[in-house]
């Protein structure tokens, strides 16, 4: 009995050779080659006739090799190998440029079938059509009079080889039970998983390969969300985490201070976080809020009651620029309140065993952080021991991975985590890589913020670009240059933030011009950015080590080079950086944009500053992986599901695994 497990040199024909072959396509078991999803299918129901065929028609036809030979270019390096096709209505010329290995794979008189688009000619031809020879009578029902796959290859592998394989496997396999699950489905609702698989491979028709992948796609989300799912229930019987009641002592005085009022909406986030705390169950929140909305207040009004309740919380930021923006934030603002924020990066470590570290206390030889604490990933070292933790806030949560977020909070007995991300997440993705997590959003931002207008500009109107800089300059503004790359690799004309920086001092001078990439010591790069904050210096040239936790009010011109290199939801993070004061700003995307694609996603940024509208455009135009990155994405390695395609699926898998895991 054949089974998903049972490797693949079980079948028939499948030797040491071609074992090695498969395992490059990533398979190895029969459950793999049964989800090796064909690439196109071509309906072999009927042939067309040769005598028939018409200049622009996409066909195929069943013929005899009645010549072929192979022309050679002296001098040009080029071939030309030369297939005629014969049916008995009319030839039909097959060709291939550069590809001298196909004389070894057709004989004449052998019968061929080929697929392609005809062209306009005397005779007819057909450039690159897909071929396979007819082959023995007994195999004909697998590649002849159906709907008939084509599979992505290796080299050593054929269509017609690979395809009878899978014939083979179905013929053999013995398919299990459906899954528990499928019982919380309206019946009928998909295929089984036995005719998804065989409908995939061998359809009656075109419509079934798409009923097919859609039940194939619907179990790799639901997997996934039952493991979600799974996960947070086993959270909540894990222990408990510690009830916060507060009665906002500190947050009333917290508030009573601010120049502003919460926004309706941070008021709705505090109501959810609150109802969190209170109970037993570690909250898991996720929270969203453009750039500019007000989540640190929010994370500090949260810090605040968990302080009041004896225990202490914990913000951890991925970069020390931002850490030591947390910093100077949270310590103006709790000075008052009498409660010491401590900041701990990786580049104190040397520096813990030394006196006159600022808010730093040593106990028994820890790294002792009593109230609030900020930090980066330095805060996950042994030796840093972070007493009675209540909460763990992280920033950009995007910039870490789940490991390091959950070393955070293993630290603790199992405390309440708070989520930012000022990276609008589009609903697909949220749901996928924080299905685990409950989801709350800062709809609304603070009044009093200066409009931010966007334009995209051409290299060409760059030194128009430089002169209305200048006036904003003198009007007492300053402004951000920021560049995709810190150093000029010669092998394109990407522009760098290092090749540009001296253009740019002289063009603004005597306006003092700074420059900030990742490659500079922390003390450099803090050193630039108080000069920055402090209006030493009028314009930055940056790299998008810029991209989070930069606020400079006073900031309101930015001008990004070679901006169709960027994606959108990073453009628009690195326009948060302006406009956060009373002015009007400005962001000047200067592209090079030559295809449609580029263009298309310039104009949102033009069109509208609604990241999550940003954000669902980006991965539409994207895709998920190329928008996160593949290494730090997160996703799992979905064969059939797609998250712009499959949004609806998500949703119902999502429904489906909470009411099947309760």
Same mark, same amino acid.
């Given at each position: 009995?054949? =089974?998903?497990?049972?490797?693949?040199?079980?079948?028939?024909?499948?030797?040491?050779?071609?074992?090695?072959?498969?395992?490059?396509?990533? @398979?190895?078991?029969?459950?793999?080659?049964?989800?090796?999803?064909?690439?196109?299918?071509? /309906?072999?129901?009927?042939?067309?006739?040769?005598?028939?065929?018409?200049?622009?028609?996409?066909? =195929?036809?069943?013929?005899?090799?009645?010549?072929?030979?192979?022309?050679?270019?002296?001098?040009?390096?080029?071939?030309?190998?030369?297939?005629?096709?014969?049916?008995?209505?009319?030839?039909?010329?097959?060709?291939?440029?550069?590809? #001298?290995?196909?004389?070894?794979?057709? &004989?004449?008189?052998?019968?061929?079938?080929?697929?392609?688009?005809?062209?306009?000619?005397?005779?007819?031809?057909?450039?690159?059509?897909?071929?396979?020879?007819?082959?023995?009578?007994?195999?004909?029902?697998?590649?002849?009079?159906?709907?008939?796959?084509?599979? *992505?290859?290796?080299?050593?592998?054929?269509?017609?080889?690979?395809?009878?394989?899978?014939?083979?496997?179905?013929?053999?396999?013995?398919?299990?039970?459906?899954?528990?699950?499928?019982?919380?489905?309206?019946?009928?609702?998909?295929?089984?998983?036995?005719?998804?698989?065989?409908?995939?491979?061998?359809? /009656?028709?075109?419509?079934?390969?798409?009923?097919?992948?859609?039940?194939?796609?619907?179990?790799?989300?639901?997997?996934?969300?039952?493991?979600?799912?799974?996960?947070?229930?086993?959270?909540?019987?894990?222990?408990?985490?510690?009830?916060?009641?507060?009665?906002?002592?500190?947050?009333?005085?917290?508030? &009573?201070?601010?120049?502003?009022?919460?926004?309706?909406?941070?008021?709705?986030?505090?109501?959810?976080?609150?109802?969190?705390?209170?109970?037993?169950?570690?909250?898991?929140?996720?929270?969203?809020?453009?750039?500019?909305?007000? &989540?640190?207040?929010?994370?500090?009004?949260?810090?605040?009651?968990?302080?009041?309740?004896?225990?202490?919380?914990?913000?951890?930021?991925?970069?020390?620029?931002?850490?030591?923006?947390?910093?100077?934030?949270?310590?103006?603002?709790?000075?008052?309140?009498?409660?010491?924020?401590?900041?701990?990066?990786?580049?104190?470590?040397?520096?813990?065993?030394?006196?006159?570290?600022?808010?730093?206390?040593? %106990?028994?030889?820890?790294?002792?952080?009593?109230?609030?604490?900020?930090?980066?990933?330095?805060?996950?070292?042994?030796?840093?021991? $972070?007493?009675?933790?209540?909460?763990?806030?992280?920033?950009?949560?995007?910039?870490?991975?789940?490991?390091?977020?959950?070393?955070?909070?293993?630290?603790?007995?199992? *405390?309440?985590?708070?989520?930012?991300?000022?990276?609008?997440?589009?609903?697909?993705?949220?749901?996928?890589?924080?299905?685990?997590?409950?989801?709350?959003?800062?709809?609304?931002?603070?009044?009093?913020?200066?409009?931010?207008?966007?334009?995209?500009?051409?290299? %060409?109107?760059?030194?128009?670009?430089?002169?209305?800089?200048?006036?904003?300059?003198?009007?007492?503004?300053?402004?951000?240059?920021?560049?995709?790359?810190?150093?000029?690799?010669?092998?394109?004309?990407?522009?760098?933030? =290092?090749?540009?920086?001296?253009?740019?001092?002289?063009?603004?001078? #005597?306006?003092?011009?700074?420059?900030?990439?990742?490659?500079?010591?922390?003390?450099?790069? %803090?050193?630039?950015?108080?000069?920055? &904050?402090?209006?030493?210096?009028?314009?930055?040239?940056?790299?998008?080590?810029?991209? $989070?936790?930069?606020?400079?009010?006073?900031?309101?011109?930015?001008?990004?080079?070679?901006?169709?290199?960027?994606?959108?939801?990073?453009?628009?993070?690195?326009?948060?950086? @302006?406009?956060?004061?009373?002015?009007?700003?400005?962001?000047?995307? @200067?592209?090079?944009?030559?295809?449609?694609?580029? @263009?298309?996603?310039?104009?949102?940024?033009?069109?509208?500053?609604?990241?999550?509208?940003?954000?669902?455009?980006?991965?539409?135009?994207?895709?998920?992986?190329?928008?996160?990155?593949?290494?730090?994405?997160?996703?799992?390695?979905?064969?059939?599901?797609?998250?712009?395609?499959?949004? *609806?699926?998500?949703?119902?898998?999502?429904?489906?695994?909470? =009411?099947?895991?309760?």
């Amino acid at each position: 009995m054949m =089974t998903t497990e049972t490797s693949v040199d079980a079948l028939p024909g499948v030797g040491a050779a071609k074992l090695s072959r498969l395992e490059k396509l990533g @398979i190895r078991t029969l459950g793999d080659l049964l989800l090796h999803a064909p690439r196109k299918y071509e /309906d072999r129901t009927a042939f067309a006739r040769i005598g028939d065929l018409q200049p622009g028609e996409n066909a =195929t036809v069943c013929g005899e090799v009645v010549t072929m030979g192979l022309k050679s270019f002296r001098g040009r390096g080029k071939s030309l190998f030369e297939m005629v096709l014969d049916d008995g209505s009319g030839r039909l010329f097959c060709r291939w440029w550069n590809a #001298p290995y196909m004389k070894r794979q057709f &004989k004449q008189g052998e019968r061929i079938l080929a697929n392609g688009r005809c062209k306009t000619g005397n005779p007819l031809t057909m450039d690159h059509p897909d071929v396979e020879a007819q082959g023995d009578a007994d195999e004909s029902e697998v590649h002849l009079g159906r709907i008939v796959p084509f599979y *992505p290859l290796t080299e050593g592998i054929t269509q017609r080889w690979l395809r009878k394989r899978v014939w083979d496997a179905l013929e053999e396999m013995t398919f299990g039970s459906e899954p528990d699950w499928i019982g919380w489905l309206e019946k009928g609702f998909f295929l089984t998983h036995e005719e998804a698989i065989r409908q995939l491979h061998f359809p /009656d028709s075109l419509e079934k390969t798409s009923d097919a992948r859609e039940r194939l796609a619907f179990e790799e989300l639901i997997t996934l969300q039952i493991q979600l799912r799974e996960r947070r229930v086993r959270l909540s019987k894990l222990g408990a985490a510690p009830e916060i009641h507060a009665d906002d002592r500190l947050n009333r005085e917290f508030l &009573k201070r601010l120049p502003f009022d919460l926004t309706g909406s941070q008021k709705e986030v505090l109501k959810e976080v609150r109802d969190d705390m209170e109970s037993k169950i570690p909250m898991r929140r996720l929270l969203q809020g453009d750039v500019g909305s007000g &989540k640190t207040v929010v994370a500090v009004c949260s810090m605040l009651m968990v302080l009041e309740c004896g225990k202490t919380a914990v913000l951890m930021a991925p970069t020390e620029i931002l850490a030591m923006q947390h910093f100077e934030t949270l310590s103006t603002w709790m000075e008052p309140l009498g409660i010491r924020v401590n900041l701990f990066t990786g580049s104190m470590k040397s520096d813990l065993s030394q006196p006159g570290q600022e808010g730093l206390a040593l %106990e028994g030889g820890k790294a002792r952080l009593p109230d609030i604490y900020v930090g980066t990933h330095a805060l996950l070292e042994e030796g840093v021991d $972070v007493g009675e933790l209540g909460l763990v806030i992280i920033d950009e949560q995007h910039k870490f991975g789940v490991a390091q977020r959950e070393a955070l909070v293993r630290k603790g007995r199992y *405390p309440h985590l708070l989520i930012m991300t000022a990276t609008p997440i589009p609903r697909t993705l949220g749901l996928t890589l924080y299905g685990d997590l409950d989801v709350s959003v800062i709809s609304e931002l603070p009044a009093g913020r200066g409009e931010v207008r966007t334009f995209v500009r051409g290299r %060409e109107r760059m030194p128009k670009v430089i002169q209305f800089v200048k006036e904003k300059l003198e009007e007492g503004r300053q402004a951000y240059f920021v560049y995709p790359r810190v150093e000029d690799t010669g092998q394109d004309d990407v522009k760098a933030v =290092t090749g540009e920086f001296e253009q740019l001092a002289e063009a603004f001078a #005597p306006h003092p011009v700074g420059l900030l990439h990742g490659r500079l010591k922390s003390e450099d790069k %803090e050193a630039v950015m108080a000069r920055f &904050k402090q209006g030493d210096l009028k314009v930055l040239v940056a790299t998008t080590v810029i991209e $989070v936790g930069v606020d400079v009010p006073n900031a309101t011109i930015m001008v990004v080079e070679d901006a169709e290199r960027f994606g959108l939801a990073q453009l628009h993070q690195l326009r948060g950086r @302006i406009g956060r004061g009373s002015h009007e700003g400005w962001m000047i995307l @200067i592209a090079q944009a030559k295809t449609e694609d580029s @263009i298309q996603r310039l104009e949102v940024m033009c069109r509208t500053s609604d990241g999550f509208e940003i954000a669902e455009e980006d991965l539409r135009l994207r895709g998920p992986g190329e928008m996160l990155g593949r290494s730090q994405s997160g996703l799992p390695p979905f064969r059939f599901a797609d998250l712009v395609a499959h949004r *609806p699926l998500m949703e119902l898998a999502r429904t489906t695994a909470r =009411t099947f895991v309760g």
